[in-house]
T-cell receptor, first 111, second 114 residues
Framework: GQQLNQSPQSMFIQEGEDVSMNCTSS?????WLWYKQDPGEGPVLLIA?????ELTSNGRLTAQFGITRKDSFLNISASIPSDVGIYFC???????????FGPGTRLSVLP | NAGVTQTPKFQVLKTGQSMTLQCAQD?????MSWYRQDPGMGLRLIHY???????DQGEVPNGYNVSRSTTEDFPLRLLSAAPSQTSVYFC?????????????FGNGTRLTVT
């Protein structure tokens, strides 16, 4: 079946630094989603991307839909302690109702 | 709006016991789904439903049953729990499940099977 890879698996950064993470697939997707999960809670949608090449921002977060449609990127600028959590990417193709999730990137922010 | 509500939040079962994880949404979403989350493996789809009376299997359906008698509710049943079913379970819904319709998640049920 379809699989997504996320890198890095985990990262430790200093407060105030910028963060970059990515998600890659061997298959083409028509929708890319980025979610954040806080401990003990369900994933919360951060950004949704629907068009190849699309660049979308949500506050300090910016995500891009890769031109090949096989990857997506998430950047966080000027990280703060509440950015700590697990970031998941998810892909959906035009013909499938279901979403495929990556294994997540665990972000830790050091004060 | 309550969104997607899951109960219970925590559950401990002995091997062989049965139980039902409840999921309800008040957003009139047609599409509902169940995922399990295991360390390092992301979220894997167990079962899904595109509307009342319609259910289908996802990636890891074995050991689980579902039904969808109403638009609002989508319970997940474990008929005979096994230690391999120790996991965190998430219910999620979207208006249609189609393109341009992201998933909304509940807060999860943490299940331990001993």
């Amino acid at each position: 079946g379809q699989q997504l890879n996320q890198s890095p698996q985990s990262m430790f950064i200093q407060e105030g630094e910028d963060v970059s993470m990515n998600c890659t697939s061997s298959s083409i997707f028509n929708t890319w989603l980025w979610y954040k999960q806080d401990p003990g809670e369900g994933p919360v949608l951060l950004i949704a991307l629907y068009k190849a090449g699309e660049l979308t921002s949500n506050g300090r977060l910016t995500a891009q839909f890769g031109i090949t449609r096989k990857d997506s990127f998430l950047n966080i600028s000027a990280s703060i302690p509440s950015d700590v959590g697990i970031y998941f990417c998810a892909g959906q193709n035009l013909y499938g109702q279901n979403f495929v999730f990556g294994p997540g990137t665990r972000l830790s922010v050091l004060p | 709006n309550a969104g997607v509500t899951q109960t219970p939040k925590f559950q401990v079962l002995k091997t062989g016991q049965s139980m039902t994880l409840q999921c309800a949404q008040d957003m009139n979403h047609e599409y509902m789904s169940w995922y399990r989350q295991d360390p390092g493996m992301g979220l894997r789809l167990i079962h899904y439903s595109v509307g009342a009376g319609i259910t289908d299997q996802g990636e890891v359906p074995n050991g689980y049953n579902v039904s969808r008698s109403t638009t609002e509710d989508f319970p997940l049943r474990l008929l005979s729990a096994a230690p391999s079913q120790t996991s965190v379970y998430f219910c999620a819904s979207t208006p249609t499940g189609q393109y341009n319709s992201p998933l909304h998640f509940g807060n999860g049920t943490r299940l331990t099977v001993t």
